[in-house]
């Protein structure tokens, strides 16, 4: 990796120009994705492709099974389900692209929860303050953590792993023994989790501007590397085919939801943050340096990249998305719970996040990465559930994939650095 952008395997440029009979320039594009494909998969870069094709089996497998597994119903539910803990692994993307991990995430996603549910129901601050309280003390810990981590020198793995047992002793106090804080049924945070948009336009109207934003972005970048004239860049047919792609899923989407229920509220903020942090992580100098820091920490120092402003801003990046995915956990259920820490919560995150494509190595993920990971690991839970299959099953499923993703992970990286790519 250089060390300021990921290193990119070569993309088809000719497709773009291509020229002389319809006939003619189709079967040349084809030939052109033909290449590229086969490039990257030579070239151990992968994509989302792996994790795509995993998707699509497990719900067919599921659906062969149980024909309700791919109900609007169920289907709805999922999309709500992966909220809370996706925005969490959204943040642990952060952390990893940086080759560091934090163990925290499920202690201060259960703290946050904790904190505006004492000052919202047992001292009568109103919600929105709460809100903003139990985001800070998110925040806080990431800066502390991260302080710690860059400034010190401390092994994030130590560091997490002791604000895994702090902050959960912490989040105990909080309680006071209580136990659990049942929340307000008409409340601002409940609300986030079960409000629906009825009107079908609503979703459709997402579909379609989500689709053409795609290839309007997509469009102006290919013109902008195709003016460089070093760059690779995606040719005319390939935008187009993706574009294509997009609009599939996402109206068939808009569609299952709308004879249900219509767009739940919260599927429609957890995209709103993959959007916005990827445009922070791909769009932005910021993001270029933790890529770059991802790669290899001295090279990022000595072209001038503040280190320890970086790495001590992703965890307090991490530990807020934490908060904000345990605020969407507690308003799921309507209560925050002094045992939302324990159970699976931080393997989920972590395993979401590199099931999508997020590598541990570092440099190398998505903020998507989490989206995908999260719906691979809780269509597994709900196909499971339908089926009336234990959960200890479903445990080992879920190892089985993560261990999987490691795997192809690791190769990949092996293959790339044959290749010269990272």
């Given at each position: 990796m250089g060390a300021v952008t990921p290193p990119e395997p070569p993309s088809a440029g000719p497709s773009s120009g291509a020229t002389g009979s319809p006939g003619r320039e189709a079967g040349q594009w084809r030939k052109d994705l033909v290449e590229v494909a086969r490039r990257r998969l030579r070239g151990g870069e992968l994509g989302s492709a792996s994790v795509i094709v995993a998707l699509a089996v497990i719900w067919a497998v599921f659906e062969s099974l149980d024909t309700s597994f791919l109900s609007p119903r169920n289907l709805s539910n999922l999309s709500v389900d992966i909220v809370g803990t996706g925005l969490i692994a959204v943040g642990v993307v952060f952390v990893l692209l940086l080759g560091e991990i934090d163990l925290s995430v499920a202690s201060v996603s259960a703290l946050a929860a904790a904190v505006f549910a004492a000052g919202n129901v047992r001292y009568g601050i109103p919600e929105v303050p709460a809100v903003l309280l139990a985001l800070a003390v998110g925040a806080a810990v990431g800066a502390i953590?991260?302080?710690?981590?860059?400034?010190?020198?401390?092994?994030?793995?130590?560091v997490t792993l002791a604000g895994l047992l702090g902050w959960n002793g912490l989040t105990l106090y909080v309680f006071g023994g209580q136990g659990s804080i049942i929340l307000d049924d008409n409340g601002l945070v409940v609300t986030l989790t079960h409000y629906y948009f009825h009107d079908v336009a609503v979703a459709y109207g997402l579909a379609a501007f989500g689709t053409a934003a795609y290839f309007l972005l997509s469009y102006r970048n290919a013109r902008r590397r195709r003016a460089v004239g070093a760059l690779p860049t995606r040719g005319m047919h390939e935008i187009a085919l993706r574009t294509l792609a997009l609009a599939a899923v996402s109206f068939a989407a808009a569609w299952t939801l709308n004879q249900f229920l219509g767009l739940p509220l919260a599927l429609l903020i957890f995209l709103g943050f993959l959007v916005c942090l990827d445009v922070l992580l791909r769009r932005t100098t910021y993001g270029r340096r933790i890529f770059a820091l991802?790669?290899?920490?001295?090279?990022?120092?000595?072209?001038?990249?503040?280190?320890?402003?970086?790495?001590?801003?992703?965890?307090?990046?991490?530990s807020?998305?934490?908060?904000?995915?345990?605020?969407?956990?507690?308003?799921?259920?309507?209560?925050?719970?002094?045992?939302?820490?324990?159970?699976?919560?931080?393997?989920?995150?972590?395993?979401?996040?590199?099931?999508?494509?997020?590598?541990?190595?570092?440099?190398?993920?998505?903020?998507?990465?989490?989206?995908?990971?999260?719906?691979?690991?809780?269509?597994?839970?709900?196909?499971?559930?339908?089926?009336?299959?234990?959960?200890?099953?479903?445990?080992?499923?879920?190892?089985?994939?993560?261990?999987?993703?490691v795997i192809i992970d690791t190769l990949a990286r092996r293959t790339m650095h044959a290749h010269g790519w990272a």
């Open positions: 953590q991260g302080f710690i981590v860059a400034k010190v020198g401390v092994p994030s793995f130590v991802g790669g290899s920490v001295e090279p990022a120092r000595r072209a001038g990249i503040a280190v320890v402003s970086v790495r001590v801003s992703v965890f307090m990046i991490s807020t998305m934490a908060a904000i995915g345990g605020l969407f956990l507690a308003s799921r259920i309507t209560s925050a719970s002094e045992t939302a820490s324990s159970g699976n919560l931080l393997m989920q995150a972590i395993a979401a996040a590199v099931i999508g494509g997020t590598s541990l190595f570092g440099g190398r993920g998505r903020t998507w990465s989490a989206l995908l990971g999260i719906l691979v690991i809780q269509s597994i839970a709900s196909g499971m559930a339908l089926l009336g299959i234990p959960v200890a099953v479903q445990l080992m499923i879920t190892g089985v994939v993560l261990l999987a993703a």
